[in-house]
């Protein structure tokens, strides 16, 4: 592995992140065996420093530490001492005290993981920094990927909804354009960045187009906590333009994949139905995201270095 810390997919490699991929192929066989463990990373110990809500994530690096055999420890933000005025800086360095290995953080300002790096010698590996990155969710998004298609050269995905909010799209792009992938998005025009396209994305706002033309639909959940600046009219008009709804499918005569980072809004951006449906690989996304962050862990905390880590 090039890097030593998992900050983002902005300049990736290619091979690392093939390297995580085909790892966590390795993992998944793993999780289908009756006693799920490894001892790949015993004797090391990795603090969960979750600033921010969280199921998927928190949950799924907890069990793949503990599939691993590293000792876990959870950090919550709302009981420790930060909240009676002790700084990031000071608590980062006090856990470094404790003799930790690696540190997993989920912070709404984005670029709180960087800043870490700067005041620990541990791991830092980025679990969603406000409307920044989420790299080890595009990392198990293109895991499902490959696994669904056997290739991510030159597939079509498209992802829908509120790419301006959404780290889960700005971490996708990258790695996405890194493997070789062509991606479109959709949505409204006001959740869509200007100069998005200098990315290497094409936009376009006809969701009925972009589905013919998709393998597959990354649908993004409509960030209500994130949308204080009237982007949209209204949630039904949303769900009228942009909704990945039975209707609109069964108009589409087309195998097409659906994938949904979650937590979902049904009915909002996407049917229940739909959810629910054959073609949803959403369910198999979370037991990727175990495997691939299984994957992430050892690699970073057990693999061999490259040479000009940063
Ligand atoms: N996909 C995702 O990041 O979900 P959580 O917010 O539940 O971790």
């Not at 005041?119 to 198990?140: C, F, K």
């Not at 993004?220 to 204080?228: A, K, P, S, V, Y």
């Not at 333009?241 to 937590?263: A, D, N, W, Y």
Request: glycine share 8%; proline share 4%; charged share 25%.
């Amino acid at each position: 592995m090039k890097h030593r810390h998992l900050l983002g997919l902005k300049d990736y490699p290619a091979d690392d992140i093939k390297s995580i991929i085909d790892t966590a192929f390795s993992f998944k066989e793993v999780l289908e065996r009756p006693i799920k463990k490894v001892p790949s990373l015993n004797g090391k110990t990795i603090v969960n420093l979750f600033f921010e809500n969280s199921t998927r994530t928190r949950i799924s690096f907890e069990l793949a530490q503990k599939r691993l055999s590293a000792d876990t420890v959870n950090f919550s933000a709302s009981t420790s001492s930060l909240k009676k005025g002790e700084t990031f800086k000071d608590t980062a360095q006090n856990l470094e005290a404790m003799k930790i290995d690696a540190v997993v953080m989920r912070h709404p300002t984005p670029g709180a993981p960087l800043h870490l790096t700067k005041h620990i010698d541990s791991i830092v590996i980025n679990a969603g920094d406000g409307t920044h990155e989420h790299p080890t969710q595009a990392i198990l998004d293109m895991t499902s990927l490959y696994e669904k298609f056997g290739y991510l050269k030159g597939l079509k995905i498209a992802i829908i909804g509120d790419i301006s909010h959404s780290r889960v799209a700005l971490s996708n792009i990258y790695g996405l354009k890194t493997m070789g992938a062509e991606v479109t998005l959709c949505g409204p025009s006001t959740l869509i960045p200007p100069f998005i396209e200098d990315l290497g994305v094409k936009v376009n706002y006809n969701i009925d187009e972009v589905i013919d033309w998709a393998d597959a639909l990354n649908v993004l959940r409509i960030q209500r906590e994130r949308m204080h600046g009237g982007f949209l009219p209204s949630i039904r008009e949303y769900r009228n333009l942009f909704g990945i709804t039975t209707e609109r499918l069964s108009q589409h005569k087309k195998e097409l994949v659906i994938m949904h980072p979650g937590p979902i809004n049904r009915g909002v951006e996407i049917d229940s139905a739909v959810a629910d449906s054959d073609q949803a690989i959403i369910l198999n996304q979370v037991l990727n995201g175990v495997a691939s962050r299984m994957a992430i862990l050892y690699l970073l905390l057990g693999g061999k270095l490259g040479e000009g880590n940063d």
